[in-house]
């Protein structure tokens, strides 16, 4: 099945700085790559996803790149805020195989930006 | 729209004691999901339904059963709770199988003891 490592574990900023979270998969059939925040005590909620088809998604501050060569996906903060501080998790999911219609998340980033 | 809903909240058992965690949608969602969060785990999946009438195992099923009540609620059953239980539980929904988006619930906090 699928396999997903995220990096780092902790991140520490300065507000106004910029933030990066790195992803590697295994399955090369995925082709879905959603990235969740959680504030504390919070449901987990979709910011932004990436389907294997595009390269790079932007939504504002927040970015996705992708490198299906290499299996390894980036969320990408700018200008970082305080109310960024949360924990992030990254997904994979695959159109077909034992992984298809699930996701499998990596063990999760807690960011902190310190005003 | 209430969207995913979870219950109880918080939840306290001894070993050995059984309990069922709740989860309903109003999205008319086909497939539904529950996963526990452990501290450095991210989320692991436990169980899912596809589709109304089917469920199946998921990454780590042990210790647990579930049932897909109807097309709105699924349900999360432990039948002789151990302290390894003691997590998060989330319950996510989704509008199809292979729909990718999921929709949490706000999550069920349970101590085992």
């Known amino acids: 099945g699928e396999n997903v490592e995220q990096h780092p574990s902790t991140l520490s900023v300065q507000e106004g700085d910029s933030a990066v979270i790195k992803c590697t998969y295994s399955d090369s059939a995925s082709n879905y790559f959603p990235w969740y925040k959680q504030e504390l005590g919070k449901r987990p909620q979709l910011i932004i996803d990436?389907?294997?088809?595009?390269g790079e998604k932007k939504d504002q501050r927040i970015a996705v790149t992708l490198n299906k060569t290499a299996k390894h996906f980036s969320l990408h903060i700018t200008e970082t805020q305080p109310e960024d501080s949360a924990v992030y998790f990254c997904a994979a999911s695959a159109a077909g195989g034992t992984s298809y219609g699930k996701l499998t998340f990596g063990q999760g980033t807690i960011l902190t930006v310190h005003p | 729209n209430a969207g995913v809903t979870q219950t109880p909240k918080f939840q306290v058992l001894k070993t050995g004691q059984s309990m069922t965690l709740q989860c309903a949608q109003d999205?008319?969602?086909?497939?539904m999901y529950w996963y526990r969060q452990d501290p450095g785990m991210g989320l692991r999946l436990i169980y899912y339904s596809a589709s109304e009438g089917t469920t199946d195992k998921g990454e780590v099923p042990n210790g647990y059963n579930v049932s897909r009540l109807n097309k709105r609620e699924f349900s999360l059953r432990l039948e002789s709770a151990a302290p390894s239980q003691t997590s998060v539980y989330f319950c996510a929904s989704s509008e199809y199988w292979g729909s990718y988006e999921q929709y949490f619930g706000p999550g069920t906090r349970l101590t085992v003891t």
């Open positions: 990436i389907r294997s088809n595009v």
């Open positions: 999205m008319n969602h086909n497939s």
